[in-house]
């Protein structure tokens, strides 16, 4: 009986770690862009055509 309550206890204690290495995880992803655009150059063609300076 007193097995179970100690592999009990550790899988909540794995747990509870795993959930704080997402957690820190989230914190330091979160509110950063995935990429910046250096230079768009589809945009600027795209007003040239609209304005028709081709």
């Keep these: 009986m007193a ?3 100690v592999i009990g206890g ?3 204690i794995c747990l509870s770690v795993i ?3 997402i957690g820190k995880i ?3 992803v979160k509110m950063r ?3 910046t655009i ?3 150059d589809y ?3 795209l007003q040239k ?3 028709g300076d081709l």
């Design 19 to 21: 959930g704080e290495y």
């Design 49 to 51: 055509i609209i304005k």
């Design 26 to 28: 989230f914190k330091e």
């Design 43 to 45: 945009s600027k063609s």
């Design 3 to 5: 097995s179970i309550w």
């Design 10 to 12: 550790i899988q909540l």
């Design 33 to 35: 862009p995935r990429y």
């Design 38 to 40: 250096e230079q768009d």
